[in-house]
């Protein structure tokens, strides 16, 4: 798969997970946050929901991993 696409399909399961964890629509958000761990698993990005604000952007496949205690803000990007 292609290095944008894969970056853009986490980016998606990860804000879809959050927004089904924050809504507490606990089925969706199960299958949600089971798709990304897979996805997450696969590529080495590991990155906790309801970490980042909006704007988040990672710029490479490979490993990414951050704590879950992290904080961070509008529009960063990991390069």
């Known amino acids: 798969m292609h290095e944008k696409k ?3 399909k986490h980016t998606f399961l990860l804000r879809k997970t959050e927004y089904y ?3 507490k629509k606990k089925l969706r958000c199960l299958i949600y946050k089971a798709l990304l761990h897979n ?3 696969k590529y080495c990005l590991h990155v906790p929901i ?3 604000d909006k704007g988040l952007k990672l710029m490479h496949v490979g490993p990414v991993l951050v704590n879950s205690k992290a904080v961070g803000g509008k529009k960063l990007r990991c390069i």
Request: aromatic share 8%; glycine share 0%; no cysteine.
């Open 50 to 52: 309801n970490t980042f």
């Open 21 to 23: 964890n924050n809504t």
């Open 6 to 8: 894969i970056l853009r």
């Open 39 to 41: 996805l997450q698993s």
